[in-house]
């Protein structure tokens, strides 16, 4: 062989190993730049799910915040009518204004919750319920109480029931609002809705 074959199959050679490099560094680059792609993809699909799973969220805890806040005004009006009794044009426009015919409906509502709360909310939402629930029968406990000495002990473990109820649902406003003003990078791993 010459030089002159050496030399044509050294350049062929060359242009074989520069030809497979740049393959395999048009491959390497080309998977990267896919599962860069690909990756960006589903951010933005979990980025837009969030959203949309936000906003029912925002809307089940309006609701939700609806009826608690209607609740106590139910238990303040009953509370306050076994104290002071006001004309029958007041007492009637408190009643009116109490009863709000646009208020959810609590099933769909619970069920809602159930669905799109974080595991605080549902939690302080089960204690809501739960001590509502306590006030109600302190309520139909003294409601059925003869006067007498009884009569008062049960009057003191309603107001009990009425000043924890209302704690409780107090402090499941403040757990709706601190979730919804949460950032998801302020939680666990981004993680917002409880494990299910």
Do not use: C
Request: glycine share 6%.
């Amino acid at each position: 062989m010459d030089s002159g074959e050496i030399a044509a199959l050294i350049g062929v050679g060359g242009s074989v190993i520069v030809a497979v490099v740049g393959f395999i560094t048009t491959r390497a680059i080309t998977a990267k730049t896919i599962n860069t792609a690909s990756a960006d993809t589903l951010r933005g699909l979990d980025a837009a799910r969030a959203d949309r799973l936000w906003e029912k969220q925002g809307d089940t805890y309006t609701d939700a915040l609806r009826l608690v806040r209607n609740r106590m005004a139910v238990r303040k009006n009953q509370h306050r009518a076994r104290q002071v009794r006001w004309d029958d044009e007041t007492e009637l426009r408190i009643a009116e204004s109490i009863a709000d015919p646009g208020l959810p409906d609590i099933h769909d509502v619970l069920t809602r919750l159930m669905v799109f709360a974080t595991q605080a909310v549902s939690d302080a939402a089960q204690a809501s319920w739960n001590a509502d629930d306590e006030y109600r029968a302190a309520l139909g406990k003294w409601r059925n109480t003869p006067p007498g000495s009884q009569a008062q002990t049960d009057w003191d473990e309603l107001d009990a029931a009425i000043v924890s109820a209302n704690d409780i649902d107090d402090r499941l406003l403040d757990v709706v609002r601190a979730d919804l003003h949460q950032l998801p990078s302020q939680t666990d791993g981004g993680q917002r809705r409880r494990d299910t």
